[in-house]
């Protein structure tokens, strides 16, 4: 995908160029950190499976979740994707959410081939068992800032 067409429409800031901030969360398995609103206007944080494809971010998640149900509500959305040990560094931004219930098996059966390398575990079976009642979550987003703390927190400098 050529540099222009990535993240076509999004505002990026910080240090990464677009295909830096691509090639970061395709090779990232930490969870994404997804915001929303509740019902009853309080934030909810969910730590969700993500794959990243064509400047979208994908997730999925159970008809009946609380996720959804606000989603359903409220589709504008923060997202955080990051590192968890040092030097950190990572994307966060805002994006607008699409639930499409007919993609939820195939994006589940994904997530779980990314995050569980295989579906042979007992996890992986238990949640591909459920996959008719998943939702797919695509997030397109408005906004993306990388960060990278990589040279304050290197290693220290020989004096």
Same mark, same amino acid.
């Given at each position: 995908m050529a540099e222009?067409?990535?993240?076509?429409g999004v505002r990026l800031n910080g240090p990464w160029s677009a295909a830096a901030v691509a090639s970061f969360l395709e090779a990232e398995h930490s969870p994404?950190?997804?915001?929303?609103?509740?019902?009853?206007?309080?934030?909810l944080v969910v730590s969700v499976w993500f794959?990243?494809?064509e400047s979208?971010?994908?997730?999925?998640?159970?008809?009946?979740?609380?996720l959804i149900r606000a989603l359903?509500?409220? %589709?504008?959305?923060?997202?955080?994707?990051?590192?968890?040990?040092? %030097?950190?560094?990572?994307?966060?931004?805002?994006a607008h959410a699409e639930l499409l219930p007919a993609e939820g098996g195939a994006r589940l059966g994904q997530l779980v081939d990314?995050?569980?390398?295989g579906r042979d575990?007992?996890?992986a079976r238990w949640l591909l068992s459920r996959s008719e009642d998943e939702v797919a979550i695509r997030l397109r987003p408005d906004w993306i800032t990388s960060w990278d703390y990589s040279r304050r927190m290197g290693p220290p400098a020989d004096d």
């Open positions: 222009r067409a990535l993240f076509e994404l950190r997804l915001a929303v609103t509740w019902g009853d206007g309080a934030p794959r990243f494809e979208c971010l994908w997730c999925a998640s159970h008809d009946t979740s609380r359903r509500a409220a %589709p504008r959305v923060g997202f955080e994707v990051s590192v968890n040990d040092p %030097p950190y560094r990572g994307v966060r931004g805002q990314r995050y569980l390398h575990s007992r996890l």
